[in-house]
T-cell receptor, first 116, second 115 residues
Framework: DQQVKQNSPSLSVQEGRISILNCDYT??????FLWYKKYPAEGPTFLIS?????DKNEDGRFTVFLNKSAKHLSLHIVPSQPGDSAVYFC???????????????FGQGTILTVHP | NAGVMQNPRHLVRRRGQEARLRCSPM?????VYWYRQLPEEGLKFMVY????????ESGMPKERFSAEFPKEGPSILRIQQVVRGDSAAYFC?????????????FGPGTRLTVT
């Protein structure tokens, strides 16, 4: 039962353009969403998060949008840079509901390649 | 300010041996999570611990796997009688605050290979 899905295994973008990575979830108990970036042979690095009381959060070149009614979130990177090439994971947690104790449920990841 | 540390980074075990993976959380963090990543998949939650307590082990296989976070020292994930299907990357994450209310910061992982 895949509660968090990233339906695009890969995305290729030209340097300077916008990268849009998408993520869908099914569990309505999720109230906190995060994006992580991962290079090969390294651990995931936290990028940006959003609480379910917001619909947008911005940090420099990174913006996360949340559409609760559609159970969909997206990460926008603009402008994209070659150093952004990595695997991007979205993750979700139910911080205040149920007994999940904040454990993260991850999507399968999207490989982003930014071409110079 | 050191990040989350995991050792060893690579571990090779023969089938039937034991594997011990260690995780030292970031300074000031008292919450530890273990995740496993199988090839071509996302990370899957295994267990959540605070000092001397297992809070949530709903993601742990029922047999052969155990975890601890003692009062002193690192958190340990122990896999007894390893099988080939245990080959994966095991990541530890830590957070400072009460469960789940803060971002989790990940270590570099331990890559376990079972031959």
């Amino acid at each position: 039962d895949q509660q968090v899905k990233q339906n695009s295994p890969s995305l290729s973008v030209q340097e300077g353009r916008i990268s849009i990575l998408n993520c869908d979830y099914t569990n309505s108990m999720f109230d906190y969403f995060l994006w992580y970036k991962k290079y090969p042979a390294e651990g995931p690095t936290f990028l940006i998060s959003i609480s379910s009381i917001k619909d947008k959060n911005e940090d420099g070149r990174f913006t996360v949008f949340l559409n609760k009614s559609a159970k969909h979130l997206s990460l926008h990177i603009v402008p994209s840079q070659p150093g952004d090439s990595a695997v991007y994971f979205c993750a979700a947690s139910a911080r205040y509901g149920g007994t999940s104790y904040g454990k993260l449920t991850f999507g399968q990841g999207t490989i982003l390649t930014v071409h110079p | 300010n050191a990040g989350v540390m995991q050792n060893p980074r690579h571990l090779v075990r023969r089938r039937g041996q034991e594997a011990r993976l260690r995780c030292s959380p970031m300074k000031g963090h008292s919450h530890v999570y273990w995740y496993r990543q199988l090839p071509e998949e996302g990370l899957k939650f295994m267990v959540y611990l605070q000092k001397e307590n297992i809070i949530d082990e709903s993601g742990m296989p029922k047999e052969r796997f155990s975890a601890e976070f003692p009062k002193e020292g690192p958190s340990i994930l122990r896999i007894q009688q390893v099988v080939r299907g245990d080959s994966a990357a095991y990541f530890c994450a830590s957070s400072p605050g009460s469960g789940g209310l803060d971002e989790q910061y990940f270590g570099p992982g331990t890559r376990l290979t079972v031959t």
